[in-house]
């Protein structure tokens, strides 16, 4: 019975790779490679007996160095040495090849309005599952108008922002919702509050960190015209006190000067609910006591740290954004980011220090009704919750944790029929998995600081 066993899980795991990383010797691809290794040894019970993986990139040198690498470092690994597979992202006939040989594709090649529109492409033509770690909204919401249709009739799932943006705040949302749900309360707000952590050796993010918000702001015309052609369910008018959002420089009583948050949350919470709203993530299973999530108003400020902070951020915000709207000021940009950032982002990235020494806190604080609610409702919210969610540096030690539970998330729940097809967002990718209690094994972790 066992030879008979291991023989026909071998024959069906060797039809495809169980997850392939695209994009391996880039900065962010190696640090999911180098995870995946690590979590071999710290969680072997998370990888099914025959996993198979492989990585993907232009230089087949460069990709059996990094293998021949990481494989030295943990010579206690208890998945194989990854295969290797040469796609360039200009060449459709190379990627066709990857995804055809690919259960689950990670793919960690960006700027990803200019490089992801094929690889996403080639998986809903192949049969291959997607995530990625973008944080380009335009580039999210043009997928999702552009292949959800075919997706679904593939039977393809497609998850986009799966890393630090933006799994903490939309799973974290999901969460908050569902814990009004289990208490029979009514939600109808939600703030968020990040707080990024520093050390001695001060505070340093990645170049395509950059790149994307460079690109973000010159695409935002762009992006107002895929939503006013969108056909997915408008979010509905609020039937109580509407959540005031600050434009600008606001202190908040309990948190300290904060300002409007603007990367990739707000735009991936909002496409969640309208997903939602629209019936796109019907699973084909239901668990037991598992409900769509109510509609509610949302708003993302990032916090910081003193009044100096908010005056050099105004500063430096107001030169990005005027440079930000033209070709001329945003090659400016890109050549000199240091420059422009006050040496926070740079072309080399974090070293091993900052990492180390770095880390995330986002507090979502909501509030609603200890009752259902009747349009025109005038009286204030008389309950709150607060869940705060933490996690190591964001983009280079958080995000390849991330991403890899949400290709697991595919490769484990996709056949039992609790992932739905289509091209989504984390939470309406995952709401019926264990995708949160399985971050808390990684360090992402989730936690009710206030019920009332």
Not at 33 to 52: A, N, Q, T, Y
Not at 185 to 190: D, G, K, L
Not at 282 to 302: D, R
Request: glycine share 8%; hydrophobic share 40%.
């Amino acid at each position: 019975f066992y030879y008979l066993f291991t023989t026909f899980s071998k024959k069906n795991m060797n039809e495809r790779f169980d997850i392939t990383i695209f994009g391996a010797t880039g900065l962010t691809g190696k640090q999911v490679v180098r995870h995946l290794f690590e979590l071999s040894i710290d969680l072997p019970k998370f990888f099914r007996p025959g996993f198979r993986w492989a990585i993907a990139g232009r230089s087949q040198e460069k990709l059996e160095a990094i293998a021949q690498e990481f494989s030295e470092r943990y010579p206690k690994a208890t998945i194989d040495k990854p295969s290797f597979i040469v796609a360039n992202v200009t060449r459709r006939e190379e990627l066709e090849a990857m995804a055809k040989q690919s259960n689950v594709l990670i793919n960690a090649v960006g700027p990803f309005r200019f490089m992801g529109e094929y690889v996403v492409l080639a998986c809903v033509n192949n049969g291959c599952n997607y995530v990625d770690v973008t944080g380009e909204p335009e580039f999210v919401e043009r997928m999702q108008r552009t292949y959800h249709d075919k997706a679904v009739a593939n039977k393809v799932t497609i998850v986009h922002s799966c890393g630090f943006d933006s799994v903490p705040t939309d799973m974290g949302v999901l969460y908050t919702k569902n814990l009004y749900t289990e208490k029979g309360w009514t939600p109808t707000q939600i703030e968020m509050f990040l707080k990024i952590h520093t050390g001695p050796s001060g505070l340093r993010g990645g170049f395509a960190t950059f790149e994307s918000a460079v690109h973000g702001f010159g695409s935002a015309e762009l992006l107002r015209e895929i939503r006013s052609a969108s056909t997915l369910a408008k979010l509905p008018r609020p039937d109580v006190p509407k959540l005031k959002f600050h434009k600008g420089v606001h202190k908040d009583q309990e948190f300290g000067y904060h300002v409007p948050f603007v990367f990739a949350d707000p735009s991936i919470v909002r496409l969640s609910q309208q997903i939602f709203l629209s019936g796109l993530a019907t699973t084909e299973k239901k668990k037991p006591n598992v409900t769509l999530p109510p509609t509610t108003q949302f708003a993302a400020y990032l916090l910081l740290p003193s009044l100096w902070v908010v005056i050099l951020y105004t500063v430096y915000g107001y030169i990005f954004s005027l440079l930000a709207g033209s070709p001329w000021g945003r090659n400016l940009l890109l050549k000199h980011p240091d420059f422009f950032s006050g040496g926070i982002f740079t072309k080399e990235g974090p070293n091993d220090e900052q990492l180390n020494q770095s880390s995330f806190e986002i507090v979502l604080r909501s509030k609603g009704y200890d009752h259902a609610i009747t349009p025109g409702t005038v009286e204030a919210p008389n309950k709150e919750i607060k869940v705060v969610v933490r996690g190591p540096e964001a983009g280079y030690v958080a995000t390849p944790r991330i991403v890899v539970q949400c290709a697991l998330a595919i490769l484990n729940n996709k056949k039992e029929g609790y992932v739905p097809s289509g091209v989504l967002t984390p939470s309406t990718a995952f709401w019926e998995t264990d995708l949160i209690d399985r971050l808390r094994y990684v360090g992402i972790t989730y936690d009710i600081s206030n019920s009332n």
